[in-house]
């Protein structure tokens, strides 16, 4: 992504979560994202299949609650 | 009068009546006194605890009741670990307006029960997003040995405040890197834990997915002992994974034979300074390694560590960052609001790679019991250094001091820090990260305590 357009992206995003940023802060935060976009560019070219799933999969808690249970067999 | 200098020391003294834990307390005090106007390691004391706490060791001790294993031991905290009755600030401004800890966190109750008298709380990074603790709002840190360098981060008052004997324990928390980083930086002992053996609950998040505590001590020994002490399981906290307390104490002189010991090359020792290759190299001919190791997708695992940590981090924070942003940390508010603004499918990637990443490490780990490398590219940094020449590159200071660091955390092995000392870096200290399987803690102790054995790591007493 070209400088210019990582500052749009920053500016409406920012706009989008509510972030007031001035011009100055804006162009410095589009710096350093635009650093992160590096890294993410190389991340992006890992080759994983729709199978590899993320490293935090949402676990239930046990149902009923241990205190809940039905003491009868 | 002697200086804190060994906390085993001062826990035999006290364990045997040869001092009491007032005593011992009072000399911590006076050190701090002596030396922190000058390091900057505490934003806050607790004197009143401390005089009760060490005063009922000493009433323990009188009684004949049974001593814990830490009795008499005065340690220090990060500011992010809630202490009851005071606000948790996490080096931060925006948190003076929270309300005071309701109890302690669970690692400081687990260290009172063990006997352990709190003295205060410490110095570090604004929410612990950073490697250096230059602090805008309490002032940076100094280093010990070079009172003009980093102390380290986002730990710093704690590696300070062990280095400069001050206290002979500290605990810290390390999300990418920040206990291994301020112990490599001032010469110490650093532990950092698998993920999830220790409970968080009580101390002020940064990165839900990465955040790790663990304590920074003067010896391996004392390092072990209160690692013991901190453990045990919490079901209250989400992020606890551990069910067994697994002390290492009792091993901690079982020796490296039979150990399968290697060396991490290839981004290891590309992203190192020649003093940091030369301590991860003295560290390995000491341990006997023969084999050099490449470890799979180091610069991936930084990049996605970063990504993560970034993006949970900046989310954290959203809602203060919309309000109250002018009074965040200069130095990493841009970064914040960065990592907020971060694109759902980085973030998304980023976890995804994890899992793969973390069967390729433990994948590795079958065929090894410790892997040594640097813990830090280079020796402290000078206070506002901008840019770091590694090996002919050019690379932005403050991300670049957690590049040896970040791979390890983000497979969650768990990870001892042993304190060595390179010829060419002015006295200055750099660390060596012994690394293991997740929960074979265990055997990063065995090689920490074979250096330490050895002579090639250890403390030194700093010319303050």
Redesign the interface.
Known sequence: MQAPEMLAYVKASAVVLGLALDDAQALRVAAHLARTAALADQLAAYPLGPEDEPAEIYRPSAFPLPAEEDPKP | MKAVASGIDDIRAVATGERSAVEVLEASLQRIDLTDDRVNAFTGKNLDRSLREAREVDARRARGDVLGPLAGLPYAVKNLFDIEGEVTLAGSVVNRTHQPAREDAFLVAQLRAAGAVLVGSLNMDEYAYGFTTENTHYGPCHNPHDLSRIAGGSSGGSGAAVAAQQVPLALGSDTNGSIRVPASLCGIWGLKPTFGRLSRRGSYPFVH?LDHLGPLADSAELLALSYDALQGADPLDPGCQSTAVQPVTAGLRRGVDGLRIGLLGGYFLDNASPAAREVAQRAAAALGVTERVDWP?A??A???A??TG?SEGGTLH?DD??MR?AEFEPLSV??F???????G??Y?????????Y?DKVNALLRDWDVLIAPATPVSAPAIGTEWLSINGEQLPCRPTVGLLTQPISFAGCPVVVAPMWPENTDGMPIGVQLIAAPWREDLCFRAAQALQDAGLAGTRTPSL
């Open positions: 997915s997708d610069a991936l930084r990049a996605a970063f990504i970034a959203l960052l919309r942003a841009d970064r609001i960065a990592g907020a603004l971060q694109p499918a980085w998304v990637q980023a976890q995804r790679f994890r899992r793969v973390r």
